[in-house]
């Protein structure tokens, strides 16, 4: 890639985005059209597989001081437009700056047009999930107007200013179901995670001078975008160091309002995983509650927020937002967030029981109203602070998942079994030297690249099979070591020690 070339063209980019912002503003449209020219002559330059996306990066049309980064997405198979917004500390060159992912929430596909703004847009939450809702709910957030004080990118996927691939996505992989889905009637069934771990957070961290550490990355989210960020937070534990729910579920299995609602929404059914009742295997593998084990541990911050619908006010900037949005004039907004309130209040107890400890903020507000205020006053300081320590990598983890394939602290796992159901790796060094499973068929683990290239290890079992107790096993080039466990048909519990032969 000619990374020179891209960071005068970004450069060019961002003092056009400053330079709006700032009220300095640059009243030739031709400038504007000049940045970004200059940028996507050079983003195609791009090393592969990023050169054949036809990648381009210019400012962000309807907000001062962002950037829309495009690209054709292999996952998706269409184009994808995504909102990234540099703090005016970043450089091209120099010490990468860290980067906080954020999430949107639901978009009805049925309204997903702008068409119907005057009609929707008397009410904030339904003009929130109507056309082009993903770039609604991130110019809420007010990301601009925060980037002399936050010391971090913010990058928020799926912004194209007219209709989402995200609707009802909560940022997991759907599957295919026996009923197909009817857009619009339907959202369609998109790889929302496999397009954040195998094209967004590469490409960002490929086009821009940022950090690719755990300790230098966090996500965040609204609405049902928050819940994506607690999934992808507690299913990833090893990738972020900040997570930050705004008016997110924590539960969306054992708490009935929040399963009923998400129910009805088709949020999950939509992605091919039924309803709470018809397959509830599938919703614990994506509820917060059911996963906070694997986040336990892991050295990050964890922050929720909910908004108290103006009973009453609890500062004058909290009467401004009332006073904005009345929660009687926005019953829906109101409704949403007393759920929301109420979900996040009962995960308080069960979050302190696993060793997790949260932030819990509230401010005045309905639905949508106060997140600028959540992002201003508690996520930049918040994240701030995170990225500017180390974070701890733990010593040991445990993890459960009903994936049949998972990467976890450096290990790959693979399972062969008969049905679905949970599967923990518990108790697991860091380095590879010793982990217990708990499951049934034959699970496959890769360790961390902890050994000697070449090197000979004896693996020790204890397990109630009666299977070999010991075998030998060679690193690979890596250093890494491949381990075959059989666990029986049952629920079995293995123990599994590494040590040199």
């Not at 962002?66 to 917004?85: E, W």
């Not at 929430?105 to 109507?130: F, H, K, N, Q, W």
């Amino acid at each position: 890639m000619k990374r020179r070339a891209l960071n005068r063209a970004l450069a060019l980019v961002a003092l056009t985005a400053t330079a709006t912002a700032t009220a300095v503003t640059i009243r030739h449209s031709n400038a504007v059209a000049d940045a970004a020219s200059a940028t996507r002559d050079a983003v195609p330059n791009l090393a592969a597989p990023y050169s054949g996306w036809n990648v381009s990066l210019a400012p962000k049309p309807d907000e001062p001081g962002a950037l829309s980064l495009a690209y054709d997405s292999p996952a998706l198979g269409r184009r994808t437009v995504n909102a990234v917004y540099l703090p005016t500390s970043y450089r091209a060159s120099g010490p990468a700056a860290p980067v906080l992912y954020f999430l949107h929430g639901t978009v009805v596909p049925a309204l997903d047009d702008r068409l119907y703004d005057p009609a929707t847009c008397v009410e904030s939450l339904l003009c929130m999930i109507s056309g082009g809702g993903g770039n609604k709910q991130t110019l809420l957030q007010g990301f601009a107007t925060q980037r002399d004080r936050a010391n971090f990118v913010v990058v928020a996927p799926d912004t194209h200013p007219e209709t989402n691939w995200c609707e009802t996505c909560p940022w997991i992989d759907g599957r295919p179901d026996v009923v197909p889905n009817l857009h619009p009637m339907t959202a369609e069934t998109v790889p929302a995670e496999t397009v954040l771990y195998t094209e967004i957070i590469p490409l960002v961290e490929h086009v821009f001078n940022v950090r690719r550490d755990r300790g230098g990355r966090g996500i965040s989210g609204f609405s049902l975008g928050a819940l994506g960020a607690l999934i992808q937070g507690f299913r990833h534990p090893d990738r972020f160091a900040y997570v930050a729910s705004i008016s997110g579920a924590y539960d969306i299995v054992d708490e009935p309002v929040m399963s009923n609602t998400l129910s009805a929404l088709g949020d999950f059914r939509d992605q091919g995983y039924g309803t709470p009742q018809t397959d509830q295997l599938m919703w614990r593998n994506f509820n917060p509650r059911d996963l906070v084990g694997n986040f336990a541990g892991s050295g990050a911050q964890l922050m929720l927020s909910a908004g108290d619908i103006c009973l009453p006010p609890t500062d004058a900037a909290g009467a401004a937002d009332c006073a904005k949005y009345p929660p009687l004039l926005h019953p829906a907004a109101t409704t949403v967030e007393i759920m929301v309130r109420r979900n996040t209040d009962l995960s308080v107890k069960q979050l302190t029981d696993a060793g997790v400890h949260a932030t819990q903020v509230r401010f005045s507000g309905v639905h949508g109203a106060n997140n600028h205020r959540v992002y201003a006053d508690v996520i930049v300081p918040q994240a701030n602070r995170v990225f500017a320590n180390s974070v701890r990598t733990p010593s040991t983890f445990s993890y459960r998942t009903v994936d049949s394939r998972f990467s976890i602290w450096g290990y790959d796992v693979s399972l062969d079994r008969e049905r679905p159901e949970f599967f923990a790796l518990e108790k697991a060094s860091i380095t590879g030297g010793s982990f217990t499973l708990e499951g049934s068929g034959t699970a496959t683990v890769t360790t961390p690249p902890s050994f000697k290239p070449g090197g000979a290890y004896q693996v020790i079992y204890q397990s109630s099979l009666g299977a070999p107790p010991r075998s030998l096993v060679t690193a690979d080039q890596s250093g890494r070591l491949t381990v075959p466990v059989a666990l029986g048909t049952s629920k079995e519990t293995s123990q599994v020690q590494i040590i040199p032969a």
